[in-house]
């Protein structure tokens, strides 16, 4: 069982950038896909970003799409989320999730929640007009 813990969340305006980092314990993360996803008020938990093991293969949600980046670092054992151009329906809590399955193509992404079984608790991102 992996710990997942999310930071770097906060308040910023419009057009701000932050970077949240996922650290991971209790288990590496190498070889595993990871996830982001965010849950705004009254909406349900949705991707937004995956990263493959290898870091070559990522995946955005086409709202995201050329503002986060998804990046990892296996040293650390952490995941980071670029955002930049940040807007005000980017407010949400961000998570971070990691995959099921170990050393799968190391280009593959997804957004399917059945292939993720360890979650964190949350950051909450807050982007002011």
């Known amino acids: 069982q992996v710990q997942l813990v999310e930071s770097g969340g906060g308040l910023v305006q419009a057009g701000g950038s932050l970077r949240l980092s996922c650290a991971a314990s209790g288990r590496t993360l190498r070889g595993y896909t990871m996830g982001w996803l965010r849950q705004a008020p009254g909406k349900e938990r949705e991707f937004v970003a995956s990263i493959s093991w290898s870091g070559s293969g990522t995946k955005y949600e086409d709202s995201v799409k050329g503002r986060f980046t998804a990046s990892r670092d296996g040293s650390r054992n952490a995941v980071y989320l670029q955002m930049n151009s940040l807007k005000p329906e980017d407010t949400a809590v961000y998570f971070c999730?990691?995959?099921?399955?170990?050393?799968?193509?190391?280009?593959?992404?997804?957004?399917?929640?059945?292939?993720?079984?360890?979650w964190g608790q949350g950051t909450q991102v807050t982007v002011s007009s």
């Open positions: 999730a990691a995959g099921s399955r170990r050393w799968v193509a190391n280009d593959y992404v997804t957004f399917d929640p059945a292939e993720y079984d360890n």
